[in-house]
DNA sequence: TATTGTTATACTCTATAACTATA
DNA sequence: TATAGTTATAGAGTATAACAATA
């Protein structure tokens, strides 16, 4: 019982195996996916709010308040007032953060860069270009 | 503050995102990513025993218990006992399962499905390769 | 004794709704 | 009145550990 081709089930489903995949890793300090990447986004863009780090990662805000939270409890982040909008809060990067961010990056036995560094310079090719695709999908 | 590009950790954030805004989607009959999953698997490849199917979505056999023990719920899969070994159990898609498999697929405007009919042929190529690669990924 | 599946339990992530504080 | 963030609550998904049944 073979049906026909599913380009789009069978990307569902690859996308769904890499992603649990993934969360099953831990990076350097044991931190869970959606704390790291919020660090992986201060890192590149600075500090930021709460709010635009749900936009930045197409969650809701509480989600966001929670993963903050918990990284400020770790001492990755800190939270301050904004300087002119006393809603807003900042979420920036403390040193602990910065290290952690550039160790975890360093450390090459980090296991996806592992399996990057497996592939072929195509195949890196292919997987840096889809996820720009993928980034592109999950704005819509 | 910018920093260096980072392949990998784009990588994991373009996974991530899409695979919760691919999960916040829901096909037919308002089913879950991984419930559709276990149908999409049942269509492909035939009945199926609840360790083959935590072995395909690597998951873990209280996962797919659950898993189908919703389907089976719902009337979209059945169970069996194995016909020699007493130990297992045969799940296979009943008649409204495989109808909801095909009304879901035929619906092109499945979110993903218009996502990808977006896209150039070359861009749905790419991702394509993608699955492929990230399916290994998934298994290593 | 090893394997298949299930039950029990707990944890993480996310969401919606309601609330507070500020603009 | 609108916006930013938080708190409260709930639900989905997954994991590990322990158990039952069968090989």
Redo the contacts with the bound molecule.
């Keep these: 019982m073979t049906s026909a081709p599913d380009p789009t089930g069978d990307l569902r489903i690859a996308i ?1 195996q890499a992603a ?1 995949r993934i ?2 890793e831990r990076g350097g300090a044991g ?5 790291y ?1 919020v660090l992986l986004w201060l890192n590149k863009s600075g500090p ?7 936009d930045l ?14 990284l400020a409890e770790l001492g990755l982040v800190a ?1 301050a007032p ?1 300087p ?8 920036s990067l403390t040193e602990t953060g910065t290290a952690e961010v550039e160790e975890t990056r360093r450390r090459r036995n980090t296991w996806l860069s592992g399996q990057l560094d497996a592939m072929t310079p195509e195949e890196r090719r292919v997987l840096a270009e889809a996820a720009e695709l993928l980034r592109r999908i999950a704005q819509a």
Tied chains: 1, 2.
């Design positions: 769904g649990r969360r099953a931190l869970a996916d959606p704390q990447t930021l709010t709460p709010g635009q780090l749900a990662e197409r969650v809701q805000p509480p989600s966001m308040t929670r993963t903050v939270n918990c939270k904004h002119t909008d006393g809603r807003q809060v900042v979420v």
